[in-house]
């Protein structure tokens, strides 16, 4: 017994050490990046690395205001990421009610047509969709973002699933009451299905917060631009500024997991039955 | 008997759910797809008169060496990125599943590259990683590294710095979906293997990996797909260089296109991408029948 205890404690030891090592790889960035945010780009690369910097210069969080308009990013990231993710979830779980609940002709294959296009990356035809947009005369507008964003195929499988797993004799009782399937959508599916639209809410927002190609094809105009692009082009620009461009990206990174910490709950469910179901 | 009329309503009333998505959906992914097959068999530049190109765009594709470059990098990049991060992400979940304390606080932190934005991590990542003065290469000459590597800047790096950071990048997402699967394995199991004397490694390598290859599998097709459609990693890191050390087929698909204009071949690439992606959903289609 003796024996077997030394073993167990090695082993959780090693365990623990492990577990902080990774842990370490994954937050020093990050510590590296605030710390960075607070120097002066001369000292961003002393070595030893001097992780709490012995002047912090909080003017770096003031200057980046007026180097780059990164207010006008946020606001615009802001505004399309909730507009966005409202549309997403109105109409996903929508149309998820009628392929859950609903008899209709050509059910099966309207939705066999969603689950297809889910497998067909958007990279694929995102030159003639942007050719399309331009001819709508979408081409550096949020709208084209917003139109990108908001009808995705995987929000409506999502709550589709969800919404199978709700028995038929809720909406069937419902039925016999005199309610109609807008009031069963409203008063019924919607709020049984809080943790679906949890979980389609953080990822569309942080998809939609973080979207990249999209805004670089679409907005060029500086004044539309999201706080990606907008980053991203102060980066190149400014390459050498480096206290700069990490207060800016440490900036860029609140929003995203101030979500992320208050949602986190739903996000681990919504990745985990995503692998499960397969 | 509920009348003809009562039927058309019901019919209709399903179909103003499904209209809001259905139309924005029709029209800004499935018309878009269509046109994408489309055009890979057409010459066009955007704005002159369309002309018919038959196999022309692919054809050329065989002397493309930009093209050629991006499929084999493309490849490379899926081949060293997958394994990886599938390993770390299994080992990482399996480390989480001993009932540690302090779990909740881990997972969080494995997480966090996930969510948080590319660009911004990006641009940590340069400067850690910048070869003459970040703190990694600091550290390879304090530990008396003499021949410290580029990184980004240099063509013999540059592909592996990006694996490092896609893994680095991905491994808490997979990571979550292993741990849903470590869930459901049957404990009775791992009792029985204590019983039978076995050692850690073992019960790791007869029960806990067998117990999970539904979710390897499904874990290895989504990472696959992943590295197929790879572009703004790339742009972030090298930019496709040093010269097309680092250039994928999503970077040539937007060359060809904004850069170029020739619609046509770029359209052509994309078929390549949708190709490749096509196969492996097969794969997966026809393996999950198996598991089943």
Redesign the interface.
């Known amino acids: 017994m003796q024996v077997q205890s030394i073993q167990t404690k090695t082993i959780t030891t090693i365990l623990y050490a492990l577990l902080i090592l990774c842990a370490l790889a994954m937050l020093l960035p990050f510590v590296w990046m605030v710390s960075a945010s607070l120097k002066l780009d001369k000292d961003v690369f002393t070595f030893p690395i001097e992780w709490i910097p012995s002047n912090p210069r909080w003017e770096n969080y003031l200057e980046i205001w007026t180097t780059i308009p990164l207010g006008t990013f946020i606001k615009n990231t802001a505004k399309l990421t909730v507009i966005v993710t409202i549309l997403q979830l109105l109409t996903s779980s929508f149309a998820a009610y009628a392929f859950a609940k609903l008899e209709f002709k050509g059910r099966d294959l309207l939705f066999l047509g969603y689950v297809a296009t889910i497998a067909m990356p958007w990279q694929v035809y995102m030159v003639p969709q942007f050719i399309m947009m331009r001819s709508f005369g979408l081409n550096n507008t949020h709208l084209a973002i917003i139109f990108l964003q908001a009808f995705s195929a995987f929000g409506v499988f999502l709550m589709k699933q969800f919404y199978m797993s709700i028995p038929d004799e809720l909406c069937e009782a419902a039925r016999i009451d005199g309610m109609s399937e807008y009031r069963i959508w409203a008063q019924i599916m919607l709020p049984l299905s809080k943790p679906a639209l949890s979980t389609l809410t953080i990822f569309t927002f942080v998809n939609t917060w973080n979207d990249f190609l999209g805004p670089l094809l679409y907005l060029t105009r500086m004044e539309l631009k999201t706080v990606q692009i907008g980053l991203r082009m102060f980066i190149s620009q400014y390459s050498s500024e480096y206290g700069l461009i990490m207060a800016a990206s440490v900036v860029a990174l609140i929003p995203v997991v101030i979500v992320f910490l208050s949602l986190q709950k739903f996000f681990v469910q919504g990745v985990a039955t995503a692998g499960l179901k397969g | 008997m509920p009348s003809k009329q009562a039927h058309i309503r019901?019919?209709l009333?399903?179909?103003s759910?499904?209209a809001?998505?259905?139309i924005?959906?029709a029209?800004?992914?499935?018309?878009?797809?269509v046109?994408?097959i489309a055009?890979a068999f057409l010459h066009w530049d955007?704005s002159n008169p369309i002309e018919w190109a038959g196999l022309a765009n692919f054809r050329n594709l065989l002397d493309d060496d930009q093209f050629k470059a991006a499929l084999k990098n493309t490849i490379v990049y899926t081949a060293g990125t997958v394994p990886l991060t599938l390993i770390s992400s299994l080992l990482?979940a399996v480390?989480?599943n001993?009932g540690?304390k302090g779990r909740n606080?881990?997972?969080?932190?494995?997480?966090?590259?996930y969510?948080?934005?590319?660009?911004?991590?990006a641009?940590?990542?340069n400067?850690?990683f910048?070869p003459s003065?970040?703190?990694v290469n600091?550290?390879l000459y304090?530990l008396g590294f003499e021949n410290v590597p580029g990184w980004a800047a240099d063509k013999d790096w540059a592909m592996i710095t990006i694996i490092l950071f896609s893994v680095?990048k991905y491994m808490?997402?997979y990571m979550?979906?292993y741990?849903?699967?470590l869930q459901?394995i049957n404990p009775e199991l791992y009792e029985a293997a204590n019983l039978d004397g076995t050692n850690?490694w073992q019960r790791f390598r007869y029960v806990t990996v067998p117990q999970l290859s539904?979710?390897t599998f499904?874990?290895m097709v989504m990472l696959t797909?992943q590295c197929?459609?790879v572009?703004?990693i790339v742009?972030?890191v090298t930019q496709g260089g040093p010269g097309t050390a680092t250039l994928v087929l999503?970077y040539d698909?937007y060359n060809k296109?904004?850069i170029s204009w020739n619609?046509g071949s770029?359209?052509a690439v994309?078929?390549v991408?949708?190709a490749l992606?096509?196969i492996v959903?097969l794969i997966?289609f026809r393996g999950?029948r198996k598991l089943q």
């Open positions: 019901k019919q009333v399903a179909y759910f499904i809001p998505n259905f924005g959906f029209v800004f992914t499935l018309v878009p797809i046109f994408a055009l955007g990482l480390l989480l001993q540690i606080f881990f997972r969080t932190v494995s997480f966090f590259p969510v948080a934005s590319l660009v911004a991590v641009a940590v990542w400067m850690i910048n003065k970040g703190p600091m550290l304090t680095w808490g997402y979550i979906i741990l849903a699967g459901g850690v539904a979710t499904f874990v797909i197929f459609k572009y703004d742009y972030m999503v698909i296109a904004f619609l770029a359209s994309a078929m991408l949708f992606v096509l959903t997966q999950n």
